[in-house]
Nanobody, 125 residues
Framework: QVQLVESGGGLVQAGDSLRLSCAAS????????MGWFRQAPGKEREFVAG????????HYDDSVKGRFTISRDNPKNTVYLQMSRLKPEDTAVYYC??????????????????WGQGTQVTVSS
């Protein structure tokens, strides 16, 4: 079973950038689709971005398209989320997730069966 640990969150100002990392351990993630989700207080967990096992296909929620970039380094067993031009509405706990099927990297949380503990991102105005 793979374990996921997110890092890189913090408190930033609107317009700043952050890079989140998701380090996997326990087994390789090179054949697994990966995703990033976020959950703001009082709201449901929502899809942010997904990436196929080989990095050739990426998916983004419209709210982050053009500002966030998901990537992966399979030899390092790590997935990243580069966030730019951050807005206060990006404030949330960000979670990394591993897909239950190797080909999946879509927006449904039911397609993922392993989750990290989350990292807080706070964007002040």
């Amino acid at each position: 079973q793979v374990q996921l640990v997110e890092s890189g969150g913090g408190l930033v100002q609107a317009g700043d950038s952050l890079r989140l990392s998701c380090a996997a351990s326990g087994r390789t993630i090179r054949s697994i689709g990966m995703g990033w989700f976020r959950q703001a207080p009082g709201k449901e967990r929502e899809f942010v971005a997904g990436i196929s096992w080989d990095g050739t296909r990426t998916h983004y929620d419209d709210s982050v398209k053009g500002r966030f970039t998901i990537s992966r380094d399979n030899p390092k067993n790590t997935v990243y989320l580069q966030m730019s031009r951050l807005k206060p509405e990006d404030t949330a706990v960000y979670y990394c997730a591993a897909a239950s099927a190797g080909y999946y990297s879509g927006s449904s949380p039911y397609g993922y069966d392993v989750w990290g503990q989350g990292t807080q991102v706070t964007v002040s105005s």
